[in-house]
């Protein structure tokens, strides 16, 4: 708790424009006290603050600088990550406080073990960090309670790896992400830890490759919808500027004389870089991408393949394969966006290039 005595004094002192020597007078006391007391030297009796107070028309606490907390349980947790965010070592002592008044609270247990570990994490102390991981295994056990849509076990199981990891005890934390591995969610942290730290980088082949696909898909993902988002705006500059990036990403990912998944994928983002470029007004930019669209739904569709042999870097691919929501062929996939993009000009336009490639 802070508390801005020393300041205070002084502040409401020059507001009524008074010396040292005049506020000694007042309350019968020497220029030396007043002096240390807005120095923070020393601290005024508590019938000299009562006396200040009410000279200063003012309250007690206000005189203090003492400001009452809200204690509610959401208000506190709401302070935990505040601390947490600012790395305010103060936070500490707040957090055991709050461990004490709701020790069987989820939220603030969660909370509690977010605020150790990113302090201890950033100020290197260990104590902190086995706090953390404490906290979050108490968590787990009070999971059931947790109403947050956006806090899962895998929040509390990743915080232990890092706690893990900054304990020098890496096989440890990757034994547990290995454990909690569902949908290959923790495979670029096992992949990358194994193989940057540990020495192991032939099994964590497998884990990055996984995580490569993962990424390569949730960008994907990402690029669709903020190309709908942008071209709601009318914003095609943006438009313009994300697919280009997820299209250079493409190419240089897409192993070029190996047709598969990633053939189909190329070809849906073309028909989008296509699209913006059409609504740009860069004409010639939108041909060649339709043409090479539509070159490459025709290789596709000639002999689909959803394995991701057609992926560079990716190993063990034999054991992997790709869908999308939007159909099976390219085909099928493109006249799927084509609908919801709602452009009769466009469409033809498309038609009219993908029979000139057949």
């Not at 295994?137 to 009070?142: I, R, S, T, Y």
């Amino acid at each position: 708790m802070k508390l801005t005595l020393s300041e205070n004094i002084r502040s409401f002192r020059k507001e009524r424009k008074m010396t040292q020597e005049q506020l000694a007078t007042v309350l019968g006391v020497t220029v030396g006290a007043v002096y240390k007391w807005e120095s923070g030297l020393s601290v005024p009796e508590l019938d000299l603050i009562v006396e200040m107070a009410d000279f200063f028309d003012t309250s007690v606490d206000v005189l203090l600088g003492y400001r009452i907390n809200d204690n509610r349980l959401d208000s506190i947790v709401s302070r935990l990550y505040g601390y947490s965010r600012a790395l305010d070592p103060s936070g500490i002592s707040e957090a055991e406080k709050a461990l004490a008044k709701y020790p069987h609270s989820f939220k603030v247990v969660f909370a509690c073990a977010d605020l150790f570990l990113a302090y201890g994490t950033n100020n290197k102390e260990p104590r902190f960090i086995r706090r953390a991981l404490e906290l979050d295994e108490q968590a787990m056990v009070l999971l059931p309670q947790n109403d947050n849509p956006r806090i899962s076990e895998a929040n509390i199981i990743h915080n232990m790896s890092i706690a893990y990891y900054e304990l020098d005890e890496k096989a440890k934390g990757v034994e547990l992400l290995k454990q909690h591995n569902v949908l290959s969610h923790f495979s670029y942290e096992i992949g990358s830890t194994m193989a940057v730290f540990m020495n192991q980088t032939e099994e964590a082949v497998q884990y990055l490759s996984e995580a490569l696909i993962l990424g390569m898909s949730h960008m994907l993902c990402a690029t669709i919808g903020f190309v709908f988002v942008y071209c709601s705006r009318g914003d095609w500059d943006s438009a313009l500027n994300i697919v280009t990036c997820c299209n250079n990403l493409i190419s240089e990912l897409r192993v070029d004389d190996q047709p598969g998944y990633m053939t189909k994928t190329h070809a849906e983002v073309l028909l989008l870089l296509a699209y913006v470029s059409w609504k740009k007004g860069l004409m010639e930019d939108a041909r060649d991408a339709l043409r090479e669209a539509a070159k490459l739904t025709n290789l596709f569709d000639s002999a689909p393949e959803y394995s991701l042999k057609s992926m560079r870097f990716i190993e063990h691919a034999e054991y992997t394969n790709a869908f999308d929501t939007l159909g099976p062929t390219a085909a099928g996939s493109i006249e799927y966006m084509l609908n919801l993009l709602d452009d009769p000009f466009f469409t033809q336009q498309w038609k009219e290039i993908l029979n000139l490639e057949h």
